[in-house]
C-alpha cells in the first residue's frame, strides 16, 4: 500500500501563487508515476500535471506555462509550484501515484481557492 498526504492548500488572490506538496510514504519502491489531479465545483475530476520516475512531464493545456511539476525521490515528495493563479483554478486538489502495476493511489485532497 501507498499513503499520500497533500499540504500547501488556502485561499490566494489572483495572480498569486501556491506551492502544493504530497509526500508518499508505505511501498513507495512499487510507485512509478506521480501526478495532481483537481475536481471543481461541478466538475468532473482532471488531470493537472503529472511526472513519471524517469522525469517525463505532462501538463494540462489550462496550465501549462503557470503550473509546473517536480519530484524530489529522495524525500518520497512531488510538489506542484502554481503561479498567476486563476478563479478558474479553484478546486479540491489531489494528488496520485500510480504503481507498476498500474494501481490508482490517492491522497485526501486540499483545496485550492482563488478569490479576491
Known amino acids: 500500500q501507498v499513503q499520500l498526504v497533500e499540504s500547501g492548500g488556502g485561499l490566494v488572490q489572483p495572480g498569486g501563487s501556491l506551492r502544493l506538496s504530497c509526500a508518499a510514504s508505505?511501498?513507495?519502491?512499487?510507485?512509478?508515476?506521480m501526478g495532481w489531479y483537481r475536481q471543481g465545483p461541478g466538475k468532473q475530476r482532471e488531470l493537472v500535471a503529472r511526472?513519471?520516475?524517469?522525469?517525463?512531464?505532462n501538463y494540462a493545456d489550462s496550465v501549462k506555462g503557470r503550473f509546473t511539476i517536480s519530484r524530489d525521490n529522495a524525500k518520497n515528495t512531488v510538489y506542484l509550484q502554481m503561479n498567476g493563479l486563476k478563479p478558474d483554478d479553484t478546486a479540491v486538489y489531489y494528488c496520485?501515484?500510480?504503481?507498476?502495476?498500474?494501481?490508482?493511489?490517492w491522497g485526501q485532497g486540499t483545496q485550492v481557492t482563488v478569490s479576491s
Open positions: 496520485n501515484a500510480v504503481s507498476l502495476m498500474f494501481v490508482n493511489y
Open positions: 511526472i513519471t520516475s524517469d522525469g517525463s512531464t
Open positions: 508505505g511501498s513507495i519502491f512499487r510507485i512509478n508515476a
